[in-house]
């Protein structure tokens, strides 16, 4: 059995100096795969660069908290409209994913968010939808 070794930087998109490095660990053979923040201030340049490099691995990193995961997570536990919503977001980011021309390689979550029990459900159902090969 083969073992594979896959590098993914998270937060590709949040801002220049992470789209940088990301291109400069693909410069190097080390990364092989990106969650795109799809929503970050510098998402654009994130696609761009992943246009022009096809074998990078781009996968969805979803944001559903920016500061406090903590209170994220107790908010989707404890108030029942906050769970009803959560689906339009996730909704909304996957179909900005999907407007990029990019194939989706993968789902994550920003401060593992995508693993609450109100909202893995929802992702999986999407990421399946969405043809992603995996959710991390």
Same mark, same amino acid.
């Given at each position: 059995m083969a073992i594979r070794l896959i590098i993914t930087a998270d937060d590709f998109g949040a801002s220049?100096?992470?789209?940088?490095?990301?291109?400069?660990?693909?410069?190097?053979?080390?990364?092989?795969?990106?969650?795109?923040?799809?929503?970050?201030? &510098?998402?654009?340049?994130? !696609?761009? /660069?992943?246009? =022009?490099? +096809?074998?990078? &691995?781009?996968?969805?990193? !979803?944001? /559903?908290?920016? =500061?406090? +995961?903590?209170?994220?997570?107790?908010?989707?536990?404890?108030?029942?409209?906050?769970?009803?919503?959560?689906?339009?977001?996730?909704?909304?980011q996957f179909e900005a994913f999907a407007s990029t021309g990019l194939p989706l390689s993968h789902v994550d979550g920003h401060w593992h968010l995508h693993a609450h029990p109100a909202v893995l459900p929802h992702v999986v159902k999407l990421a399946i939808r969405y043809g992603a090969h995996g959710v991390r």
């Amino acid at each position: 059995m083969a073992i594979r070794l896959i590098i993914t930087a998270d937060d590709f998109g949040a801002s220049e100096p992470i789209n940088s490095a990301v291109a400069l660990a693909r410069q190097g053979e080390l990364l092989t795969t990106a969650s795109l923040m799809i929503g970050g201030q &510098a998402a654009r340049g994130a !696609i761009e /660069l992943a246009h =022009r490099d +096809p074998t990078l &691995a781009v996968g969805l990193h !979803i944001v /559903l908290s920016e =500061r406090n +995961p903590v209170r994220t997570a107790l908010t989707y536990y404890f108030d029942k409209s906050a769970r009803e919503q959560v689906g339009s977001k996730l909704v909304e980011q996957f179909e900005a994913f999907a407007s990029t021309g990019l194939p989706l390689s993968h789902v994550d979550g920003h401060w593992h968010l995508h693993a609450h029990p109100a909202v893995l459900p929802h992702v999986v159902k999407l990421a399946i939808r969405y043809g992603a090969h995996g959710v991390r």
